[in-house]
């Protein structure tokens, strides 16, 4: 356990910075002052160097200052080109997520540091890193040992770790700047049992100060998330702090990541459900290694279930993902209320955010200007060679983002709106999306100046929860989005319904509540696709078709209350190039050899609204 006045904590302790903001942020346009909260834009989810399968798979260079430099909008150098890269428009906040497993020992390990090299494992890395063969180093060594949940003995010393540690927290503080761009000191906890993904990223909303005191849970000293919320609870009550736990990719976690069960095999109780609520109250639905919405197979309705679909495991030497129930946001929204029926309580109420887990240090998730999933995947030519067994650079996706609505631009305030998960995910364009839920709402409030005042006085924003509903009501809903300003007009904008019936039995349906342009209707009742307008030959694409607003009121037409209910936000926009397409086309490719679409609508999701009778 660590003092909490180490070196690092009597360093930094007087650096605690009491602020209170006045105005919106630069990087937020569109900003309305007046309004109760603001919209932040960021990434909870990304590598560096420090990261060791990140340093095994080519990011030598790219460390936590890199990454926080290019979320501020400052040019820096590419690890694997070396080229100047940059962001388009620069975040608001950024957690550096770098594993907790052997944090920082590939990057020490080549820059010499003694209680490293000294080591019988240590040295033989080094010389097979030297050789080229990381990759080797990665699959076969570090792989198996987080796939065994085993330690590798040279390396499992404290000091080692906190040096490491202190690192990433030295960096957050030095990218600080409350109001205007917040680093959240985070790491990520890599469960991966058999190959099947139980990640999570964790973060709290305190400095250096809190975060000397302790060093981060890996999925070394367990791997089950039972554990790691009981070591959250533990170090939250000692340390006085909070924190928050962020799993991502359900979509390949072999149908673990929402199960019925616990990690013995037991079902939920209403106890395990509200401890893995205090923690994780907000999932990551979409990022590199794909979409966790849903899937065609679970919502065979659905004509746009079918988005970036990833089914490639985490297993030494591959293998294929099956759509399970446990692995998808969507259904396990409705397991969670069939759970609630039963144990009381339900597990799985939580909102839904946006990140890229890059391991470039670099947070790109724009089409045009994405770089990989890792270093070595970054280039045209890499994008379609294998990057691991049965996996291309082009089977991942240039997403996704963390859209928040806080208050002001603090570690303090955009922590407490993940608490109340006002917060909601995009796929990589910055689409504005507001979501109200209530009684009271009017059809005419859709189109007043004052909305989101009307949302907040009257109702209750995404993440929230409605209750007592009134004799003869159903609840009102309230919502706009508004296009990327520097991206593509709309298509539509969506609500999810899923539902518990009186057998227990979940159900889910798809509304169109607000459509651009005058559309026509397929016998289902399905609005016929928009038109696409990209240039298979340039990569360009017009913004003619399509709004670049959209707003509706929508009053649920098949409300029972007696049945719990959840309502989600699907803003989807008109099509637009894939990252492959601009790649194929660099390399004077036929797009169609890709194995990829070429084509595709990026769409933005927001927190449910729940009715709980």
């Known amino acids: ?46 590598h560096t160097s420090h990261s060791a399968d990140a340093y095994f798979l080519g990011n030598r260079s790219a460390d936590p200052d890199t990454a926080y430099r290019w979320a501020q909008g400052l040019p820096v150098v590419h690890p694997s080109t070396r080229s100047r890269v940059q962001i388009r ?22 820059q010499g540091d003694p209680r490293l090299t000294g080591t019988a494992t240590g040295r033989r890395w080094v010389a097979m890193m030297r050789a080229g063969k990381g990759v080797e180093v990665f699959e076969h060594e570090f792989g198996a040992a987080i796939n065994a949940n085993t330690p590798i003995a040279d390396f499992d010393e404290e000091s080692i770790k906190e040096v490491a540690w202190d690192d990433m927290i030295a960096a957050a503080t030095r990218h600080y700047t409350p109001c205007s761009f917040t680093s959240l000191i ?3 906890w890599t469960s991966t049992p058999g190959g099947n993904n139980l990640h999570r990223v964790v973060f709290m909303p305190d400095g250096p100060e809190k975060a000397g005191q302790f060093l981060p849970f890996s999925s070394l000293d367990s791997d089950k998330p039972e554990d790691l919320w009981a070591w959250l609870q533990e170090t939250s009550e000692r340390v006085r702090t909070d924190f928050v736990a962020i799993p991502h990719n359900s979509n390949i976690s072999g149908g673990m990541m929402f199960d019925e069960v616990d990690s013995e095999g037991r079902p939920i109780t209403a106890e395990y459900a509200r401890m893995r609520m205090r923690w994780e109250p907000v999932v990551e639905v979409t990022q590199i290694k794909g979409d966790s919405e849903t899937h065609p197979k679970l919502s065979p309705h659905d004509e746009l279930a079918d988005f970036e679909t990833y089914a490639h495991l985490l297993k030494v030497g591959g293998g294929q993902a099956h759509a399970n129930e446990g692995d998808y946001v969507r259904s396990a929204l409705q397991r969670g209320m069939q759970i609630e029926e039963k144990a009381g309580a339900n597990p799985y109420k939580f909102g ?97 100046a004052g909305m989101v005042n009307i949302g907040y006085t009257y109702g209750h924003p995404m993440g929230s929860d ?16 508004v296009r990327d300003p520097e991206g593509a007009n709309l298509d539509r904008m969506q609500i999810v319904k899923g539902w518990v019936d009186a057998d227990g039995q979940a159900h889910e349906k798809v509304y169109d509540v607000a459509l651009a342009g005058v559309r026509q209707y397929d016998e289902q009742g399905h609005a016929k696709p928009i038109a696409s307008t990209v240039d298979l030959e340039t990569g360009k694409y017009l913004n003619i078709f399509g709004a670049p607003s959209l707003s509706a009121y929508w009053e649920d037409p098949e409300f029972d209350r007696t049945q719990r209910a959840f309502y989600y936000l699907r803003v989807i926009q008109i099509p637009t190039p894939r990252h492959t397409l601009s790649d194929a086309i660099a390399l004077g490719m036929d797009p169609n050899d890709t194995g990829r679409p070429s084509v595709i609508q990026e769409r933005a999701y927001s927190s449910p609204i729940w009715y709980t009778p």
């Open 466 to 481: 409605l209750t007592k509903a009134p004799e003869d009501e159903a609840p009102k809903f309230l919502m706009y989005a």
């Open 352 to 448: 839904m955010i946006g990140s890229t887990d890059s391991h470039t240090g670099l947070a790109s998730a724009e089409e045009f200007n994405f770089w990989g999933k890792f270093a070595l995947d970054s280039t045209p030519e890499t994008t379609f060679g294998e990057i691991a067994a049965g996996v291309s650079g082009a089977d991942m996706s240039a997403s996704g983002l963390a859209a928040v609505w806080a208050e002001e631009n603090t570690r303090t305030s955009l922590f407490a709106a993940f608490k109340r998960k006002e917060v909601y995910a995009t796929t990589g364009p910055r689409i504005r999306v507001r979501f109200f839920g209530g009684w009271h709402f009017k059809s005419k409030n859709a189109k007043q």
């Open 89 to 110: 428009m620069p975040l608001d906040f950024l957690v550096v997520a770098d594993h907790a497993e052997m944090l920082g020992v590939p990057a020490r390990l080549m």
């Open 1 to 46: 356990m660590r003092d909490g006045m180490t070196r690092l904590g009597i360093l930094v302790a007087l650096a605690v910075i009491i602020v209170s903001c006045k105005g919106p942020p630069p990087t937020s346009p569109g900003v309305i002052a007046k309004e109760p909260t603001h919209l932040y834009w960021g990434d909870t989810h990304l």
């Open 186 to 188: 985070g790491w990520e």
